[in-house]
């Protein structure tokens, strides 16, 4: 009895301590919320505010009935998507070829990848401009290509290239890349059936997560559409700013429920799990 008492009396300092590491743990969990979500509540009562004591909802409604706010906005949608086609067309295949035929060259990648943390934006934007404006370049763009929006996707694809690149690579670090190229060899699939029905499903997950941050990177971009006087979403949203502050705040919010949703659909699409890899016909 005395030994059943002995071993027993542990068992309620166990879980105090583990009472208080579940309390330490909610702590934490409390600060880390009220660091993120103070700021957000602040700007949402900025962002009601009609003038002294007055808070109503007439910001958003001007937002809402903005032409030019949805224009931005959409033009912003649109080069977003034009971005992700370009990065997925370019990136996709390369990092299936280094990992199938060329691993050696997969720390070259990694460090070009990087280079957009290194090179500010606007340097970038300077070269990209060089490329029509120096007579003779190899590699001149004609001018009517230039004077449009659509100009600014070769700049959006570098600078999303680190967050795109390495959603990819994980992705793709997870598959089996070999034995799945090599069972879907063996069935008689060639190569565009491989890339379209086994590898490209099976990176769903990447895709999506490459697509979200590129949407993120595109919507928030000043620097690029400012220089090159393109009115986007990030360019509407200084020039608010600069007129009214309480029109900046509720365009702000607007702009990060956009971003939320992004990534709701993204953990919607996620949570269904990997998808298999489709039957070779």
């Known amino acids: 009895m005395a030994e059943a008492v002995t071993q027993s009396a542990p068992a309620p300092a166990t879980r105090k301590a583990r009472s208080g590491a579940d309390l330490a743990s909610g702590l934490w969990i409390l600060v880390v919320a009220a660091f993120f979500l103070l700021p957000l509540l602040g700007t949402l009562i900025f962002s009601l505010w ?16 903005s032409p030019k706010m949805w224009a931005a906005l959409w033009l912003s949608v649109k080069l977003a998507i034009y971005t992700v086609a370009l990065t997925m067309v370019l990136l996709v295949p390369a990092v299936l070829f280094i990992r199938l035929r060329a691993p050696w060259l997969r720390p070259v990648l990694e460090v070009i990848s990087v280079m957009p943390f290194v090179i500010p934006p606007i ?23 230039v004077s449009r929006p659509e100009f600014m996707v070769l700049g959006y694809v570098i600078l999303a290239l680190p967050y795109t690149y390495r959603a990819l690579d994980v992705g793709m670090s997870a598959l089996d890349v070999q034995t799945l190229t090599q069972a879907a060899l063996s069935l ?27 949407f993120a990177i595109v919507l ?9 006087l ?4 990030a360019v509407y949203i200084n020039y608010i700013g600069q007129v009214n502050g309480t029109g900046a705040a509720a365009l702000s919010l607007f702009s990060f429920f956009v971003t939320w949703v992004g990534m709701l659909g993204l953990l919607a699409g996620g949570s269904r799990g990997q998808v298999r890899a489709g039957g070779v016909g």
């Open 123 to 145: 340097a970038l934007v300077q070269g990209l401009t060089g490329l029509y404006s120096v007579p003779g370049a190899a590699l001149a763009l004609p001018v009517w290509f």
């Open 50 to 65: 009609a003038g002294g004591s007055h808070y109503n909802l007439s910001n958003y409604t001007k937002l809402v009935q």
């Open 188 to 214: 008689g699939a060639n190569w565009g059936q491989i890339f379209a029905r086994v590898i490209v499903p099976n990176l769903r997950t990447a895709i999506l997560g490459a697509t979200l941050l590129t």
């Open 220 to 228: 928030g971009e000043f620097v690029f559409a400012n220089i090159l």
């Open 230 to 233: 393109f009115n986007t979403f």
